[in-house]
């Protein structure tokens, strides 16, 4: 199985910046899409950005212009570089990794996740 352990949360002002890394062992199958997703407390998980093996990425249009999402393969790491963060972007962020290990079959795995607070 995969095994994803994110990093690089913390504390930060208001307009400030944080890179989150995401660490993946096991099996990586072709057709893998990573992507960040976030939840605040007492609200829903959601999607942040995604990242294509072949570096295609998509975001939530409240990041857009903010965020950037990347990819190194040779590790196995995916990045969510976070600039200009504001208040609304507190919430726990975790990995995921999706992967089809056949046509029809899709899996998708979860880090534990890691806490960004964006407070003055």
């Known amino acids: 199985q995969v095994q994803l352990v994110e990093s690089g949360g913390g504390l930060v002002q208001p307009g400030g910046s944080l890179r989150l890394s995401c660490a993946a062992s096991?099996?990586?199958?072709?057709?893998?899409?990573m992507g960040w997703y976030r939840q605040a407390p007492g609200k829903e998980r959601d999607l942040v950005a995604t990242?294509?093996?072949?570096?295609?990425?998509n975001y939530v249009d409240s990041v857009k212009g903010r965020f950037t999402i990347s990819r190194d393969n040779a590790k196995n790491t995916v990045y969510l570089q976070m600039n200009s963060l504001k208040p609304e972007d507190t919430a726990v962020y975790y990995c995921?990794?999706?992967?089809?290990?056949?046509?029809?079959?899709?899996?998708?795995?979860w880090g534990q996740g890691t806490q960004v607070t964006v407070s003055s």
């Open positions: 990242i294509t093996d072949g570096g295609s990425t």
């Open positions: 995921n990794a999706e992967t089809r290990p056949r046509p029809g079959l899709v899996i998708h795995y």
């Open positions: 096991g099996s990586i199958f072709r057709n893998n899409v």
